[in-house]
């Protein structure tokens, strides 16, 4: 019930999300970038993504995803912010979560479709790179 601070985080702030060490990963509308945080509020990084990044979500091994609203893609940072793969999606991706099995869900409000990305195992990925599903079907979801 009370404030116990307020800290700087970038141009435009939109999503949030904390990893695992309680590090705190916020996009930056207005710059195009993620900064990241630590539990006392500390800037420990600031890394570009695409353009207008909105939705962030952080899977089980610490990788950061970020939904870029007009770049039509997913970033994919490792912890330490290195980009690790770009994925396209569908029309301006807004939202973004992450399964049990580290499936990426990606909501793309201009083309009002859901896509599913799943990420390559291992430290490559392959020359036909990740799986992609797309799903534009009634608002329930079916299982992969």
Do not use: C, M
């Not at 089980?60 to 970033?75: E, F, I, K």
């Not at 999606?89 to 799943?118: C, E, M, R, Y």
């Not at 291992?122 to 079907?137: E, N």
Request: glycine fraction near 16%; hydrophobic fraction near 35%.
């Amino acid at each position: 019930g009370a404030t116990v601070g307020t800290y700087a985080a970038g141009a435009g702030p939109n999503g949030i999300a904390i990893d695992s060490s309680g590090n705190v990963w916020v996009t930056n509308f207005e710059s195009g970038k993620v900064t990241e945080l630590n539990s006392s509020g500390k800037t420990v990084g600031t890394y570009a993504v695409g353009t207008e990044p909105q939705g962030i979500a952080i899977d089980s091994s610490g990788n950061v995803w970020v939904a870029n609203l007009r770049s039509n893609n997913v970033t994919e940072l490792n912890s330490s912010g290195k980009t690790v793969g770009t994925y396209a999606v569908g029309g301006n991706p807004v939202g973004i979560a992450i399964d049990s099995s580290g499936n990426v869900w990606v909501t793309n409000s201009g083309s009002n479709t859901v896509t599913v990305i799943k990420p390559a195992k291992g430290p490559v990925i392959g020359p036909h790179g990740p799986h992609f599903h797309h799903y534009s079907g009634p608002r329930w979801l079916k299982p992969l």
